[in-house]
């Protein structure tokens, strides 16, 4: 069972808008503003969406965005994209001796 | 340009040993705290171990804890991870990936198998 607890799957047609969600606990993603969000296509590695809960990498087109509000994170993705479908994975630094935890993905699927 | 490259990986038998290296380019390897990341097939991403800049603080998680050992040589702007006593459920792609989650290897797949 993972540490960060995200919805299995979420799906959206192209051009509408998307939240995903990851909901930890005051350990890790309510503790800290240290939540990153990964963008992952099939046979490749992860790539970095979001940084510190809201913050883009650069060139990470800004339909993507970060919040969080108590111990839920959530990432947006607006005005989407055939190529936003993809598995996306919520990560959060914690205080516990794994300093770094994952959520079990999502699978975007564009429609 | 960064680049991290994993090598190492290979089918091995339940309790055998494999040692991955990856190598770094691109950034001044010793300043950064590097990770391990795993992805057995068709599931999710499970972070594996963390080592400092100076190798002076290393985690595991607890799944690995006690069989895997990681360590660094910043001379050779190299991280590795040995694993021993080998299980099939430590199947899966290992991924280094720098500590600020920029960037990641390509990853290689470790197949535990008799």
């Known amino acids: 069972q993972s540490a960060l607890t995200q919805p299995a799957s979420v799906s959206g047609s192209p051009g509408q808008s998307i939240t995903i969600s990851c909901t930890g606990t005051?350990?890790?993603?309510?503790?800290?503003?240290?939540v990153s969000w990964y963008q992952q296509h099939p046979g490749k590695a992860p790539k970095l969406m979001i940084y510190?809960?809201?913050n883009r990498p650069s060139g990470v087109p800004d339909r993507f965005s970060g919040s969080k509000s108590g111990n839920t994170a959530s990432l947006t993705i607006s005005g989407l994209q055939a190529e936003d479908e993809a598995d996306y994975y919520c990560?959060?630094?914690?205080?516990?001796?794994?300093?770094?935890?994952f959520g079990g993905g999502t699978k975007l699927t564009v429609l | 340009e960064v680049q991290l490259v994993e090598s190492g990986g290979g089918l091995v038998q339940p309790g055998g040993s494999l040692r991955l290296s990856c190598a770094a380019s691109g950034f001044t390897f010793s300043s950064y705290s590097m990770n391990w990341v795993r992805q057995a097939p068709g599931k999710g991403l499970e972070w594996v171990s963390y080592?400092?800049?100076?190798?002076?603080?290393?985690y595991y998680a607890d799944s690995v804890k006690g069989r895997f050992t990681i360590s660094r040589d910043n001379a050779k702007n190299s991280l590795y991870l040995q694993m021993n006593s080998l299980r099939d459920e430590d199947t899966a792609v290992y991924y280094c990936?720098?500590?600020?989650?920029?960037?990641w290897g390509q990853g290689t797949l470790v197949t535990v198998s008799s």
């Open positions: 005051s350990s890790d993603v309510g503790g800290y503003n240290y």
């Open positions: 510190e809960v809201s």
């Open positions: 990936a720098r500590s600020d989650g920029n960037y």
């Open positions: 080592i400092s800049s100076s190798s002076s603080t290393i």
């Open positions: 990560s959060s630094y914690t205080s516990s001796s794994t300093p770094w935890v």
